[in-house]
């Protein structure tokens, strides 16, 4: 049984890696899109970076309530996270080329405003994974902070290979829609996968 769970956490702490790569291909990708409207200086990237932290921090926020909430089910709410996150990204490029269309003479506030919106959604959902994760761990993991520091840990490598990895290596071979499908693909890859291996036998045992 111990081995069991720690092969299961294992998984899942390469599963929250594949979701912190995602999420920053995401934040790479649609800060270029995001640059057409707003154009490339230091005002441009602070508004963006700005909003994107600021879902995540909301996400974070909210996260932990909706896991005190509904604790008999983090890993179906992180998969349907997961599909929310990967469904938004296989239509994102379009949703915000299309909406800068719109706005595309409005002032900065209008436009931090309109990015706002539009990235409310896919942000909050990704800030929202630490928390459910987390309290999933707790529940094999007495030493809540090691929970914390794991998956934190995993996520922001991931982040940060991400990162790395869409600048220097993915813009060579494939376009923007093409990375930001690959991102989508993870999302949905990873929820399929916890809900195959663990989330159905996980909500009928509860």
């Not at 441009?44 to 932290?53: A, P, R």
């Not at 813009?171 to 993870?186: D, V």
């Amino acid at each position: 049984m111990i081995k069991s769970n720690e092969k299961m956490l294992e998984s899942l702490t390469g599963v929250f890696f594949i979701s912190g790569f995602s999420a920053l291909i995401y934040q790479v990708c649609w800060q270029r899109i995001l640059f057409t409207g707003f154009g490339v200086d230091l005002t441009s990237i602070t508004v963006i970076v700005s909003v994107f932290m600021a879902g995540l921090g909301v996400g974070a926020y909210f996260g932990g309530r909706i896991a005190d909430r509904f604790k008999h089910s983090l890993l179906m709410i992180f998969c349907l996270i997961e599909l929310g996150v990967g469904g938004f990204g296989l239509f994102s490029a379009k949703i915000i080329y299309l909406i800068q269309d719109i706005f595309i003479h409005s002032s900065l506030l209008v436009l931090t405003l309109i990015t706002f919106l539009i990235l409310i959604f896919p942000t909050f959902l990704m800030g929202a994974t630490l928390p459910v994760l987390t309290s999933f761990f707790n529940r094999y993991i007495s030493n809540i902070g090691e929970s914390i520091g794991t998956l934190y840990f995993f996520n922001t490598l991931g982040a940060a290979i991400g990162a790395l990895a869409t600048g220097f290596v993915l813009f060579n071979y494939i376009t923007l829609s093409q990375t930001i499908y690959l991102a989508a693909g993870l999302n949905i890859f990873i929820a399929s996968i916890i809900f195959l291996k663990y989330g159905r036998e996980n909500h009928e045992k509860q």
